[in-house]
């Protein structure tokens, strides 16, 4: 877990800032905030999970249900801006 952690912070910090300052480079907020707010609630649900050192069923379901819900959310949305 650690070097997930490791590899997300690294993404999201290093890789973002790198790029940025090697040219001309407008980064999509929307897109960018809704990653990081990803992240932070992946982190903490993976910290919460792995306290009992067992991950159940529904320990997995929830957490893919997150990622699905947020994706059909934020698509919606983006849908609906984007016509406006």
């Known amino acids: 877990?650690?070097?997930?952690?490791?590899?997300?912070v690294f993404l999201t910090t290093i890789v973002v800032g790198a790029v940025s300052l090697c040219?001309?480079?407008?980064?999509?907020?929307r897109p960018f905030l809704r990653d990081v707010i990803f992240f932070i609630v992946a982190v903490f649900c993976a910290f919460y999970i792995?306290?009992?050192h067992k991950v159940t069923l529904a320990e997995s379901f929830g957490m893919y249900?997150?990622?699905?819900?947020?994706?059909?959310?934020?698509g919606f949305f983006y849908r609906k801006n984007r016509s406006s």
């Open 1 to 8: 877990m650690v070097v997930t952690l490791g590899a997300g």
């Open 23 to 29: 040219g001309s480079f407008h980064l999509m907020e």
């Open 50 to 52: 792995s306290q009992d």
């Open 65 to 74: 249900s997150v990622v699905d819900i947020l994706n059909a959310f934020t």
